[in-house]
């Protein structure tokens, strides 16, 4: 049958109450079609509809539809729907609230898993969100994704700290649910779908993450990297180790940087010398890798790197790098020419030979880059590129000057420094080293060569030059003396071309240039051909006088006068006035020595003056030679700014010895003496100290100014004297002059040794006469002596050089054999043998053990001792600046100097005056001065004699002293001293001699009570009244037995006490003129009255009583306006001149006593001076 039904509206059946959770209680349950006619065997599909508004989620809608069948409402059917409403609605990591992330490295990225859980069972998508200001330190690689109903998934989290501390962020997600498209609606019906009231779209907090970053977790060992000195063109590697103390793996970058210093190396060279191993590494956790660095720099300078290890995360942004400073000291092999030192038979001072051998300008060349020219060279292998190259080299000068043919050799001593950090090696080639060594005669090219090649082949065979050592190694900061001589074989010019080498280094082209004269001539010479003087200003009444050195370097003495019609001429252009004069004007210049010519100028405008001079060498009373050279000086305005002139001493030269001469045993603490500017009229000092540092010989010095002064103008204490072995003098130069002067120049010091087991002994002078010298007629230019190659001397290798003018030669034989008396000389000297001039006894070396029997004693005793090798006798030089001017010394400047009025009776008292009227008191008085600053005094007690020959002030003085008569012969002073001489020897000889010196060493010291002059223990000291009447009578005895007339002292005579010693100047006449017209004295007081009281009694201008206590009172009181009126009142006005310079004396000898106190080292300058006590 049919049925008809009717769905009544649900209701919910859920039996909850949700009122109280603010959600509405609806029912989201609807059905359609809502009634309907069901034919019979047929159905009816009813669509049910859940549309809930708001998500119950876990808690399900459930309803109950009513269904009337056929009008029957009492019985209805019950259709029980139910369904979820769910929220989308994730979790993290199981609901935590906080996750947080292990210690993670700063710069380094770690990971950790999140769980994500769609709780709902509806599929959602979802979105993690962190704020944007924590996104560098935690981030997602993919923070989204889509999750089915009650699926779970996993995400990766990321923290990178960038700094060493805790590290927090929120996390926020949102969830949308993803549409069904089976129920989604299109069309005009969307509009009349409700909307989902539940759904947001807002995202939701979810946890906090948390980080704690660390320090870097990579680290470099070493943290800086010091190459040290590194040769330039030279590859260094090394390598830095990167250590990963984390248990992560790290990425990391390698970036580098040059850094540009003070040498201004160009970018692109830095860079360039700078290779690492790879520009990016991974290392694994507690793992390590090795950065490989090469470094090869081009050229010297200091390099250095900033290299950055940057590490990363995966995701790329980076981390904290890690600094690695490098730094290299690149240099090449270079040495430097820190001294020179010569010796040679004409004086050659320091400065001069600085300046021939131009060392200012080979250590300018070492200290710059090398060349590729010198890269080429020294790598070159093939000869004919070599001597290609050589020419190309830098070339040096080197003079070693001007001296008489079979003179003694030049030899000069080069310090070379190393003042790098490298090794050095260096060699020195000659042209024969650049050559093949025994060549075969087909490739001999000798015929094809030049006349100059010829000159140095023939140079270098004839060893003409020797250079010691030709090769070696210096070590950093190390030195090496470089020992080259020259021996004046022959006559002429002699160059020989050498190269030296710094391997790996520079090489320059050294030209080795010397000259030797005929021994029978004289040689002068200026120092250069141009001479330039100092600048002098306007407007002064006389300029300067500036001093020229003039050597003769011959042999002979060289008169010589100037031509004085060059100068006439010069100043007769300047408005015939005498701009330029010049003393002396003539002379004899003894051989092998040099002497200076004084040049005033005074100009009279600003401009540059140039005046030829022309200086004649005489022989015979006429011109033989002439030497030329150019005078040049300047006048400025003296208010404008001084002309800067070239010096004559170069500014570089060493101020001391750099290290110990090889064969030289004396040295000067410095060698040179800056007096400065000083005013007319000053007194000036300076000081430097003298050492031999010897163990065996006695030295014996003389300084000679050469006439760089005028007479008086210096004065040197001592000027001369003697060093014990291993001992000091400290030397006083002294400079008062009342013109102006301009000086630059060198003070000799010569030397004399003297073993000391043959000091004091007499030395026999021997005279050759001149009937036994050599005749030379004539001289070779292209011929050097050589030995005799014949005899058994030769073949024994004990041949000796003997001249040609000493040798039985062929046609000297036949000569003689052509006359008779030719043939009786032949006779009686070959005694059937034939005459070899080794066998002639004048002309053999005595033996050895002959000159050990002459020094030795009759038992033979000193035959087996062997004394060390004497020092070179080379003089010293000082060299010696001042300027005494009143216009180069500021005013405020005046008062540091010790001024004087007028010429200082000091002064006059050492010009030849002095020494003649009062030669043995000068003598006394220098002796004692020097007596206290040499501390080695004389040896073992004995005065040594004075040197044959010797002309000195002292022996001058001492000759003009000789005692009385008497016994009617005259007994001089040296026999006195032979005297007192041979009884020491005969004292000293004695065995007991050496006992009484051990004793005496062995003594304690005594104390000084024991030697004063005290009473013996037991007896009474005498009254002061019976010394003095003793004193008396053997005053009076002593003037009776003199004839003398002698008044005894009474009460009414008061004595006058006198004493040098003690002060106590005799009064001047003004003041005998106030104690005459003053009242007469008091009696002396009786004996025993204190001393004190009878001065005070004595001085006293009146009896009176009150009188006498005010001066009591002044004599108390100690106050310098005392002293000073005092001093007024009883000796008047003081002589301020000759206090002055007294004053000036007495302190410098305090400061030489204290300096050489402190040389000796019997005073510590370190501990401080005791505290002056306050006077009462």
Request: glycine fraction near 6%; proline fraction near 7%.
């Amino acid at each position: 049958t049919t049925i008809s039904y009717r769905v009544l509206p649900p209701f919910d059946a859920t039996n909850q109450d949700y009122s109280a959770s603010g959600l509405p209680d609806e029912v989201p349950f609807r059905v359609w079609p809502t009634y309907g006619v069901i034919p019979p065997h047929q159905f009816h599909l009813v669509a049910l509809e859940f549309a809930p508004t708001w998500a119950r989620n876990e808690n399900a809608y459930v309803a109950n539809f009513q269904i009337v069948v056929d009008y029957n409402e009492g019985h209805p059917k019950t259709l029980r729907v139910s369904g979820r409403a769910w929220e989308p609605k994730v979790t993290f990591c199981r609901g935590q609230s906080m996750v947080t992330f292990p210690p993670t490295c700063a710069g380094i990225a770690s990971s950790m898993e999140c769980m994500i859980r769609n709780v709902s069972e509806i599929p959602i998508t979802y979105e993690c969100r962190i704020p944007s200001r924590f996104r560098k330190l935690f981030w997602f690689e993919t923070a989204t994704g889509e999750l089915g109903p009650s699926e779970s998934s996993t995400i990766v989290a990321n923290f990178c700290p960038n700094g060493e501390k805790v590290f927090s962020a929120p996390l926020y997600c949102m969830a949308r649910c993803i549409e069904d498209p089976d129920n989604s609606v299109h069309g005009p019906l969307r509009a009349l779908m409700p909307d989902a009231a539940g759904a947001t779209s807002e995202p939701s907090y979810v946890l906090q993450f948390v980080g704690h970053g660390k320090v870097p977790a990579i680290s470099l060992e070493p943290d800086e990297l010091d190459l040290g000195a590194v040769r330039a063109c030279d590859e260094v590697s090394n390598q830095v180790v990167i250590l990963n103390s984390s248990n992560l793996a790290v990425h990391f970058t390698i970036s580098s940087e040059f850094l540009p210093g003070n040498d201004e190396l160009p970018k692109e060279v830095g860079d360039e010398a700078l290779q690492l191993g790879c520009p990016n590494g991974k290392v694994a956790g507690r793992c390590t890798e090795k950065l490989n660095i090469v470094f090869r720099p081009p050229r010297r300078g200091l390099y250095q790197y900033r290299i950055v290890v940057t590490p990363k995360g995966d995701h790329g942004p980076s981390g904290k790098g890690i600094v690695l400073m490098l730094k290299a000291d690149v240099q090449y092999p270079s040495v430097q020419i820190a001294d020179l030192r010569t010796e040679a038979a004409t004086l050659q001072p320091q400065s001069m030979m600085w300046t021939q051998f131009q060392v200012d300008g080979i250590n300018t060349l070492y200290s710059g880059e090398v060349s590729e020219t010198e890269r080429r060279f020294q790598a070159a292998i093939g000869i004919d590129e070599k001597k290609k190259l050589v020419a190309q080299l830098k070339p040096f000068q080197l003079l070693f000057g001007t001296s008489a043919a079979g003179s003694t050799p030049t030899v000069v001593y080069l310090t070379l420094t190393n003042p790098s950090r490298l090794k050095v090696r260096f060699s020195f080639q000659t042209p024969k080293d650049l050559n093949l060594e025994n060549a075969p005669y087909w490739c001999d090219e000798k015929a094809l060569t030049d006349d100059r090649e010829t000159h140095f082949s023939w140079v270098e065979e004839h060893s003409i030059y020797d250079i010691q050592p030709r090769n070696g190694e210096i070590l950093p900061g190390d030195f090496l003396h470089v020992k080259m001589t020259y021996h004046h074989h022959s006559i002429g010019t002699h160059i020989l071309p050498v190269v030296f080498n710094v391997h790996d280094g520079r090489s320059v082209l050294m030209y080795l240039k010397a000259h030797s004269v005929a021994p029978n001539v004289g040689c002068l010479s200026v120092r250069s051909s141009v001479v330039s003087l100092q600048p002098v200003p306007l407007n002064v009444e006389k300029g300067t006088t500036q001093p020229v050195e003039l050597t003769n370097s011959g042999c002979i003495a060289a008169p010589w006068r100037i031509d004085l019609q060059p100068i006439f001429q010069f100043n007769l252009e300047n408005y015939d006035f005498e701009v330029l004069s010049v003393y002396p004007v003539e002379g004899v210049l003894e051989p092998q020595s040099s002497t200076f010519l004084h040049f005033t100028f005074t100009p009279l405008e600003t401009k540059g003056y140039v005046c030829p001079v022309r200086i004649e060498m005489l022989k015979d009373g006429r011109p033989a030679e002439e030497l030329l050279f150019e005078l040049r000086a300047e006048g400025y305005d003296p208010e404008a700014v001084k002309p800067q002139t070239e010096m004559l001493f170069p500014a570089n030269l060493p101020i001391q010895t750099y290290a110990p001469v090889p064969g030289c045993g004396a040295a000067l603490s410095i060698e040179i003496l800056d007096f400065g500017c000083c005013p007319l009229r000053a007194w000036t000092s300076r000081i430097l100290v003298l050492v031999n540092y010897t163990s065996e010989y006695v030295l014996t010095y003389r300084w000679e100014p050469r006439q760089l002064f005028k007479a008086g103008v210096l004065q040197i204490e001592p000027s001369c004297g003697e060093l014990s072995p291993e001992s000091h003098c400290i030397i006083v130069f002294r400079v008062f002059c009342d013109e102006p002067v301009d000086v630059s120049g060198e003070i000799a010091c010569f030397l004399e040794w003297t073993h000391i087991s043959a000091y004091g002994q007499s030395q026999e002078v021997q005279i050759e006469e001149n009937s036994s010298k050599v005749e030379y007629l004539a001289f070779h230019s292209d011929h050097v002596h050589e030995k005799i190659k014949t005899g058994k001397n030769f073949m024994a290798g004990e041949a000796k050089h003997i001249s040609v003018a000493n040798r039985l030669t062929i046609s000297r034989f036949r000569n003689l054999m052509s006359t008779a008396s030719g043939q009786k000389f032949l006779n009686e000297n070959l005694h059937r043998t034939a005459l070899l001039s080794s066998h002639l006894p004048t002309m053999s070396a005595p033996r050895t053990d002959q000159l050990l029997d002459a020094t030795g004693g009759q038992d033979g005793t000193s035959r087996g001792l062997q004394q060390a090798p004497p020092p070179t006798a080379n003089p010293l030089y000082v060299r010696v600046r001042v300027v005494v001017a009143d216009w180069d010394v500021p005013v405020e400047k005046t008062d540091e100097f010790l001024v004087l009025n007028s010429v200082a009776p000091l002064v006059k008292e050492l010009t030849s005056k002095a020494l003649q009227e009062e030669g043995e008191e000068v003598e006394i008085l220098l002796t004692r001065k020097a007596g206290r600053h040499a501390t080695g005094g004389s040896v073992a007690g004995m005065d040594r004699p004075q040197s044959p020959g010797k002309d000195s002030a002292g022996a001058a003085a001492g000759a003009a002293f000789e005692p009385g008569l008497v016994g009617g012969s005259a007994v001089g002073s040296g026999v006195v001293a032979g005297v007192l001489e041979h009884m020491l020897r005969e004292i000293m000889s004695e065995d007991s001699f050496g006992v009484i010196l051990d004793n005496m060493l062995a003594e304690q010291t005594p104390y000084f009570v024991q030697y004063e002059d005290s009473i013996r223990p037991g007896e009474q000291a005498a009254p002061l009244s019976a010394l003095l009447q003793e004193n008396a009578a053997l005053i009076a005895q002593d003037e009776a037995l003199s004839g003398g007339d002698f008044t005894a002292a009474d009460d009414s005579a008061e004595p006058a006490w006198r004493s040098d010693l003690l002060m106590d100047f005799e009064a001047p006449p003004a003041l005998f003129a106030q104690q005459a017209s003053a009242p007469s004295r008091p009696p002396r007081a009786a004996a025993g009255v204190d001393a004190e009281a009878e001065l005070v009694v004595t001085r006293s201008p009146s009896t009176n009583g009150g009188a006498a206590a005010s001066s009591l009172d002044a004599a108390l009181d100690d106050s310098p306006q005392r002293y000073w009126e005092e001093a007024l009142r009883d000796y008047g006005e003081v002589d301020l001149e000759v206090f002055r310079r007294d004053a000036g004396e007495v302190l410098e000898g305090m400061l030489l006593d204290m300096v050489d106190d402190v040389i000796a080292g019997r005073l510590n300058w370190m501990r401080p001076m005791p505290r002056p006590r306050n006077r009462r």
